[in-house]
């Protein structure tokens, strides 16, 4: 089973990254693991420690532990950066440092623990001698974020026991280099923790450009990730899933976008039909309470938006199809031609999962309106996502009869050739 010479432990942990990521309930973190630098510590007793970009993992203790209880240590890291928990929590680490850090522990082990409960991937580090958990572990904290932890652990009396250190955060911090193996260390609260947070390293150890840059960088991983983990039949714990949530609200914009081109399309009919005005408070929301049947999003894919953007694009489909519950869904992906078009009935539900986008050259959105005349295509609505760096024939576009909404990434002075546009940050 387990061979006599283990590898270093800086191959041990290249290898566990590995299998993590080829694991459906890890894969959310693949990119997460690439985020920061890696460093192995000689000393002794170190166990783990992160600032919420980079790790360091002592030696001697890596070299402890199995193959399951190395992973659950990476991944307890990794989650830290996940949550960026030493930024956000800042202040309760300032009110008590000890209890923060215990708080951000509860938080992460009962996470790991039930992502595996069957310890097939993880296994929570355990002193050899006494079996018990090395670290924070109390089934009560199950769903709670590290500052309701934070406020029970407080009212139960704080960290007792520890001198001098209460209330007083930051003090006292700097000099515990040498973590000891599941013991209890100054500023590290009542219960042993498995690794060391660097709140002043994550604090001043950075620009704010570094800091940004790292915010941003964490973010995309983590909507890569979450993509990446649904193709490969993963899933995002809600925790996370809270993280991800698309930047707009779809279902406001849909339901303005929808209202007003109600509107402008058949007011004036309406307003015959319906002389007293009725239909203004009682027939247009009904309308608006059915579901669209066909809607036809383009998407930009040349190459400007790649990466990031693309990413971003993704997302905001999904949450837009998750609020809309369209009974047909095409996606339309074009650069300089229509590169890429793909067809979903019934439950549209999650097609990011399924979405397999192309392009990668210029930029003509006009080939969206020959596409959808050529397949006859008269949608309910279509959705055209774009960073806007690019031209528009107004003319072409007056054939599209179906309200438009044109989703413009950044460039706010781009202008839409026909219906509405919306400018996302
Ligand atoms: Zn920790």
């Known amino acids: ?31 997460l693991f690439m985020v920061g630098k890696i460093t192995i ?28 209880e190395l992973a659950f240590l990476i991944m307890h890291e990794n989650m830290h950066k996940c949550y960026r928990h030493l930024t956000t929590w800042r202040k309760l680490w300032e009110v008590n440092a000890g209890i923060a850090n215990n708080a951000c522990d509860f938080v992460i082990n009962i ?22 958990r090395i670290g924070c572990f109390d089934e009560r904290f199950r769903g709670m974020d590290a500052k ?36 209890k260390r100054k500023g590290f609260g009542k219960f042993p923790t498995l690794d060391e947070h660097e709140w002043e390293d994550a604090q001043n150890g950075m620009t704010e450009d570094e800091k940004k840059q790292l915010e941003r960088d964490i973010d ?22 809270e993280l991800l949530k698309p930047k707009i609200d779809w279902r406001a914009v849909l339901h303005r976008f929808v209202r007003t081109s109600l509107k402008d399309r058949d007011s004036a009919s309406w307003r015959k039909a319906h002389k007293n005005f009725l239909w203004q408070d009682v027939i247009l ?27 971003d694009f993704l997302s905001e489909m999904n949450g837009c199809l998750a609020s809309v519950g369209a009974d047909r869904v095409d996606v ?5 031609e229509v590169a890429g078009h793909e067809t979903y009935k019934g439950n549209t539900k ?7 986008p192309k392009g990668g050259g210029g930029t003509d959105p006009d080939v969206v309106v020959d596409f959808m005349q050529e397949k006859r295509m008269t949608p309910d609505a279509l959705i055209m996502l774009s960073d806007g760096h690019m031209r528009t024939n107004k003319q072409k576009w007056a054939a599209i009869k179906a309200p438009t909404l044109w989703c413009i990434l950044g460039n706010d002075k781009y202008e839409v050739p026909n219906g509405q546009k919306l400018v996302i940050r």
């Open 41 to 68: 510590v000689e000393s002794e007793h170190y166990t783990a420690s992160t600032n919420g970009r980079d790790a360091k993992y002592g030696r001697t203790f890596v070299d402890s532990l199995t193959d399951k």
């Open 220 to 241: 995309q991983v983590l909507r890569q990730g979450g993509i990446y983990a649904g193709k490969v039949g993963g899933n995002i714990p809600r925790e996370i899933g």
């Open 350 to 356: 999650n097609i990011v999962h399924k979405t397999n």
């Open 332 to 336: 339309i992906y074009w650069d300089a």
């Open 148 to 183: 309701q932890v934070f406020d029970i652990l407080m009212e139960e009396g704080g960290d007792e026991g520890e001198d001098g250190d209460e209330g007083d955060g930051p003090s006292g911090d700097k000099d515990s280099d040498e973590g000891g193996n599941g013991t």
């Open 285 to 311: 929301p009904s309308i608006l309470g059915k579901r669209m049947k066909w809607l036809v999003i383009g998407m930009d894919t040349s190459g400007s938006i790649q990466g990031q953007l693309l990413t």
């Open 111 to 132: 996470q790991l623990h039930d992502m595996d409960p069957q310890e097939t991937c993880l296994a929570f580090p355990r002193d050899k001698t006494t079996g018990q």
């Open 1 to 31: 089973m387990l061979t006599k010479v283990r590898l270093p432990a800086e191959k041990r942990i290249e290898v566990v990254h590995v299998s993590l990521m080829r694991d459906p309930k890890f894969a959310l973190f693949a990119g």
